[in-house]
């Protein structure tokens, strides 16, 4: 088979890449190792940006978006029973949108099927091959059957461990990781959210998040040790420590029935460059973030808006300027994330180094609250800074 673009992984990356990539009349397609329910039902982040939402829109994916996302203004900070929100939209003039990655994905799908672009569930033994000439290729096996896939660009967009970061070869790729002595126990819950925005805690037994993915549904983590057990918690455990993290006078967290829950590691990891040859990372296959800041989809999805405005210059008018550029556009916004995430999760989390460092958190939480200088840093880079801000 021959294409322009072979796109590797069909999570937000690679799915919103072919979307920007049909529009501009550029032929792709798409190789996915899981099955369509799979990756259209696993839970990952629930929190857009407003450039994401924008995008969506931009791409015909947002009738759904529109009509059951919950935008949000604000986002309170809670500790020892205090809270101050912090005015997002007051203070930067965009706002945020809750809606969980597997619907963004679901309308995805839905949108590239609808074109009849190519998309194939359910491949396995992929390999790319040649990427530093000028006929890269893409080999796998679908449906019991060997194809091979030529092209002119190979996108990985397949995650931290898929295929593609692995096939570049020794000494290209400079690593660059961080590992947080602890992780995130997360639950989804049949209960309606207690909150109208989502809920940062700090509390001296450590962090916990109250956010929801739907009226009736919400999503609340805790902070664990990095080598906590599920089977260690119980459900009525979760709904203590929960309920003595999140306190406040006179508000209780709403309970119901946790139809999902598990420990997510906490970690920060780079590559660079982004790119090699003839092959391009975008997401995860590139930069992990904490989830603390909610930068993964939005970062991969600005990844591919990078990636898809150089692949149109490239076929449009034989512009190579912006594939050269790629790595280094795509990794200011990446540290510049990486930055904010490390902010949020040291700010609120127990990072082990007893009362003197709880103080120091404290007091930088009260200077969010006092200061709006503070405050709109922090709103400014929570939002998402504009898609063609130069910082």
Not at 51 to 67: F, P
Not at 160 to 178: A, K, M
Not at 267 to 291: K, N, T, W
């Amino acid at each position: 088979m021959r294409t322009q673009v072979a796109i590797v992984g069909a999570g937000p990356a690679g799915l919103t890449l072919a979307l920007l990539l049909a529009r501009e009349g550029i032929e792709s397609v798409l190789v996915e190792s899981r099955t369509r329910a799979y990756v259209e039902h696993r839970v990952r982040a629930g929190l857009l940006e407003h450039n994401t939402v924008q995008l969506l829109h931009e791409l015909g994916v947002g009738e759904r978006l529109a009509r059951e996302g919950l935008e949000h203004h604000g986002i309170y900070l809670r500790r020892q029973g205090r809270t101050e929100r912090v005015r997002l939209t007051e203070l930067t003039g965009r706002r945020i949108t809750i809606y969980g990655q597997q619907e963004v994905v679901k309308d995805l799908i839905a949108a590239r099927l609808e074109h009849g672009g190519a998309l194939h569930f359910e491949v396995s033994n992929v390999e790319v091959h040649d990427l530093d000439r000028e006929r890269p290729r893409v080999t796998y096996t679908h449906k019991g059957a060997a194809q091979e896939l030529e092209c002119d660009v190979v996108a990985g967009c397949d995650g931290f461990h898929g295929v593609c970061r692995p096939s570049i070869p020794d000494g290209v790729l400079t690593e660059y990781e961080y590992v947080y002595p602890f992780g995130w126990l997360g639950i989804l819950v049949e209960a309606a959210p207690a909150t109208d925005e989502l809920i940062y805690a700090w509390h001296e037994r450590g962090f916990s998040l109250y956010t929801m993915r739907s009226p009736q549904i919400s999503r609340l983590y805790l902070q664990v040790p990095d080598d906590a057990r599920i089977e260690d918690w119980p459900d009525q455990r979760i709904w203590e420590e929960l309920q003595i993290r999140l306190a406040s006078d006179g508000w209780r967290v709403n309970e119901g029935p946790i139809f999902e829950k598990g420990i997510t590691p906490m970690r920060s990891f780079v590559v660079e460059p982004m790119q090699y040859g003839r092959l391009f990372l975008a997401g995860d296959a590139a930069h992990i973030v904490p989830p603390t800041g909610a930068k993964g989809l939005n970062l991969a999805v600005n990844d591919v808006r990078l990636l898809g405005a150089a692949l149109t210059d490239w076929y449009r008018d034989g512009s190579s300027a912006g594939l050269e550029a790629y790595s280094h556009n795509a990794l200011r916004r990446v540290w510049r994330a990486q930055d904010f995430s490390n902010y949020m999760t040291q700010l609120l989390h127990d990072l082990g180094g007893g009362a003197f460092e709880r103080r120091l958190q404290l007091a930088r939480i009260d200077y969010i609250a006092r200061s709006e200088a503070a405050a709109g840093s922090l709103a400014e880079n929570y939002v998402g800074l504009p898609a063609a801000a130069d910082f």
